[in-house]
């Protein structure tokens, strides 16, 4: 693994919305529920908290309502260490999305309800970069956030042209999700970011539906590792990319490998294959699982292979994030899935 050049900075930061997620009880469709359960999290604040289970120090930034919600919020967050005294407060709501949990044949399927929420309605003056990016190192950020508004966009680029003028790497996960924005809208978005961008969090569909590369190979593996070459040469600032490659046998039932490329090799981990009680935050809890090996400077085989056993275990709890520390993350690299229980 090559060995990223990282400024004196201590704390890992993620800048997003963090949101309130409702889920009926029993796996039940929202017309049949009476009862909805209660969790807050975000893409961003997942991988941000996931980090902190592993010992980082972090901090979350995000513009939250001035009412009891963004209190919790700020309890649930600080529950995980992170840091939150530069989040803002305001005017606004908090976001909530509705998740109806699938079961069988049936797909999970999410509902949003998410306008005028604080962050969305956000400006730039309400953010201190300077304040904000003091005794950083890592800057995380997603697809998700400059989807939100017009304002969350060219915040969300000041936020990286900061950070890299400040000698601070940079983690982008495209996390595309068309409820949010078109393909066209997330594509100008990226192709402004990629040249600021050291750690890149793009999958096979990204490279064909967001940045429209044309695939040369019919293999999986060999497919992937061509768009990441191509990638690397019209963006040498970036120094790692990854991504998982998931099998869904059934909504109850998935396979998961993980693959991370540095600067010319593919890494793969071992494929995983577990029952799932929640499904969201997986794909967070492995980002968390590459940003930790990265940082540890790990050897990109084991930082991959990490990086998908704690995705793996996420699979088993309940919630967005991760709860799992170092120790469970490292049996099961070291037993397999198989062996977890004996």
């Given amino acids: ?27 039940q469709r929202i017309i049949q529920a009476e009862s909805f359960e209660a969790i807050y999290a975000g893409g961003e604040a997942n991988v941000i908290c996931s980090l902190g289970m592993f010992g980082h120090d972090t901090k979350m930034i995000t513009k939250l309502p001035e009412n009891a ?13 992170v840091d939150t005294k530069d989040i803002v407060r305001g005017k606004g709501r908090l976001g ?5 949990q699938g079961h069988g044949v049936r797909n999970s399927d999410v509902t949003y309800d998410r306008e005028y929420s604080a962050i969305s309605m956000a400006t730039k003056e309400d953010f201190d970069l300077d304040k904000i990016l003091d005794n950083v190192k890592l800057i995380h950020i997603s697809g998700v956030t400059p989807a939100l508004s017009k304002n969350l966009y060219d915040l969300s680029i000041d936020f990286i042209k900061a950070a ?36 890149a969090f793009l999958g096979i569909l990204d490279f064909i539906n967001i940045l429209e590369y044309k695939p040369k190979e019919e293999d999986y593996e060999a497919k992937l590792a061509d768009f990441y070459k191509e990638l690397f040469e019209k963006y040498p600032n970036i120094k790692y990319a990854a991504s998982t490659k998931r099998v869904v046998n059934s909504v109850n039932n998935n396979s998961l490998q993980g693959f991370l490329f540095d600067k010319d090799t593919l890494h793969k981990s071992r494929t995983h294959t577990f029952d799932i009680l929640d499904r969201v935050g997986g794909g967070d809890s492995f980002t968390a699982g590459i940003l930790h090996g990265i940082l540890n400077n790990m050897e990109s085989s084991q930082t991959v292979e990490f990086a998908t056993c704690a995705s793996a275990l996420k699979h088993s709890i309940r919630g967005d994030i991760n709860m799992v520390d170092l120790k469970q993350v490292e049996t099961l690299m070291n037993c397999g899935i198989e062996n977890i229980n004996r």
């Fill in 69 to 81: 919600l963004g209190d919790k919020v700020i309890r649930v967050m600080n529950s995980f260490g």
């Fill in 96 to 100: 909530i999305y509705f998740l109806e």
């Fill in 1 to 27: 693994m090559q060995k990223l050049e990282v400024n004196n900075g201590s704390k890992v930061l993620g800048f997003g919305e963090i949101m309130l997620r409702l889920t009926p009880t029993n796996f």
């Fill in 164 to 199: 890299k003028e400040r000698g601070i790497l940079v983690s982008y996960d495209s996390n595309y999700r068309s409820k949010l924005w078109t393909l066209e809208e997330a594509r100008s978005f990226m192709l402004e970011v990629l040249p600021y961008v050291d750690i």
